[in-house]
């Protein structure tokens, strides 16, 4: 049967859907033998020869869906010229492809989703379905009331300004704090650039929730496999918290842990929460200081 093309490159785990669309307007697609450079056409796998980048695509069939618990120091991309390590260099013994779930950057850590379903893909990272992600930040030095309050109205960037954010104080340290800042667009570099917006400067950036998903125990530089039901929730606009099995307990049940896996700051002390999607509470009027 008949497909689009760049919805059978996404099928084949080349690149999401969208980026399917580039290669095929850079000419780097070709139907048995034909260059192929028109978003319309269509190919049939069973018989038509299908190459990207003079590579014959190879169709299993089988949808797979990871979690992926990012190192620094790796690239959400399929190849990179300057020889970097890639994120599927992680995927030891996957012999399907498959293809970042949007991006994290080389010196950004965490949460990253990898499959060959493209159409699964372009739902998560459309910004009409609102799926939110979340990033703790480590602040160099301290921030302020005014600085937070400016990241949850939105902030003027190069590419336009940014809609209103999730964000709230999570750890206060003697020289550095934790921030989490939850976000529903997807441009990139935006959780740093936000910050550098409003003069706050990242020491390390880390995704710890997509939707309803979180990490839970996954090491740096591992991953597992999602289970159907967490398929399911994250295609939904707004997903319920996920209850792991072995637990009981929501798997992105963050507040008053330690952002830093197993490091947490010499002289930190844990706080309560100021969430300025909610309201923002001044540092002066909180209880225990």
């Known amino acids: 049967m008949q497909e689009r093309l760049q919805k059978l490159i996404s099928q084949a785990g080349v690149a999401s859907r969208r980026a399917a669309e580039e290669l095929i307007l850079n000419g780097r697609v070709t139907v048995n033998g034909m260059v192929v450079t028109e978003l319309?056409?269509?190919a049939d796998p069973a018989s038509d020869r299908i190459t990207v980048d003079n590579k014959l695509l190879q169709f299993s069939g089988k949808l797979?869906?990871?979690l992926l618990n990012k190192p620094v120091g790796y690239i959400t991309a399929l190849k990179d010229s300057q020889g970097r390590a890639l994120v599927t260099d992680l995927l030891k013994g996957l012999e399907e492809r498959v293809y970042p779930v949007g991006r994290l950057d080389y010196n950004t850590e965490g949460l990253l989703l990898l499959t060959n379903d493209g159409d699964?893909?372009?739902r998560l990272m459309h910004p009409r379905h609102e799926v939110e992600k979340e990033y703790f930040v480590r602040v160099r030095g301290k921030v302020t009331e005014q600085q937070l309050k400016k990241l949850s109205e939105g902030v003027d960037l190069e590419d336009g300004k940014t809609?209103?954010?999730a964000v709230r104080l999570v750890k206060e340290g003697e020289h550095n704090d934790w921030i989490s800042v939850a976000i529903h667009e997807g441009?990139?570099?935006?959780?740093r650039r936000m910050c550098e917006a409003v003069g706050i400067s990242v020491v390390r950036l880390r995704r710890v929730r997509y939707g309803a998903l979180s990490m839970g125990t996954l090491k740096v530089g591992q991953f597992r496999y999602l289970k159907d039901s967490e398929v399911r929730e994250l295609s939904g606009n707004k997903p319920e918290i996920?209850?792991?099995?072995?637990?009981k307990k929501p798997v992105h049940a963050i507040q008053n842990r330690k952002p830093a896996s197993n490091r947490a700051d010499s002289g930190s002390?844990?706080?309560q929460t100021v969430n300025y999607k909610s309201g923002p509470t001044a540092r002066g009027q909180k209880k225990g200081r």
């Open 40 to 42: 319309g056409s269509k």
């Open 64 to 66: 797979i869906y990871i």
């Open 120 to 122: 699964w893909a372009n």
């Open 163 to 165: 809609a209103p954010a």
């Open 187 to 191: 441009r990139n570099r935006q959780v």
């Open 242 to 247: 996920l209850i792991s099995k072995e637990t």
């Open 269 to 271: 002390k844990e706080r």
